[in-house]
């Protein structure tokens, strides 16, 4: 069994910052495509970011230039810097990851989410 948990969200000022990160626990052995979405109230899930276990990133437009992606593979942990948000960046972030195990092969696991509010 894998467990996906997030850490890190919060209330914070338009302009400020965040650190999301998520880890993952259980019988790993190898977690290929890490990746962070987001959904706002009446709104669908959208991607924010992909990071490839060999650390290729692709980033939605909405969040280039201010958001960060990354990850310790010896800690089968990822990150999301967040930095100068706003109150578009409100929602609910959560972790995805494609993990193989010895078990199941490879599956795609998430996490619980966080919540992000951007406010004054």
């Known amino acids: 069994q894998v467990q996906l948990v997030e850490s890190g969200g919060g209330l914070v000022q338009p302009g400020g910052s965040l650190r999301l990160s998520c880890a993952a626990s259980?019988?790993?052995?190898?977690?290929?495509?890490m990746g962070w979405y987001r959904q706002a109230p009446g709104k669908l899930r959208e991607l924010v970011a992909l990071?490839?276990?060999?650390?290729?990133?692709n980033y939605a437009d909405s969040v280039k230039g201010r958001f960060t992606i990354s990850r310790d593979n010896a800690k089968n942990t990822m990150y999301l810097q967040m930095n100068n948000l706003n109150r578009e960046d409100t929602a609910v972030y959560s972790c995805?990851?494609?993990?193989?195990?010895?078990?199941?092969?490879?599956?795609?696991?998430w996490g619980q989410g966080t919540q992000v509010t951007v406010s004054s």
């Open positions: 259980g019988t790993i052995f190898t977690i290929w495509t």
């Open positions: 990071i490839t276990r060999g650390a290729s990133t």
């Open positions: 995805n990851a494609e993990v193989w195990t010895r078990v199941n092969g490879t599956r795609s696991y």
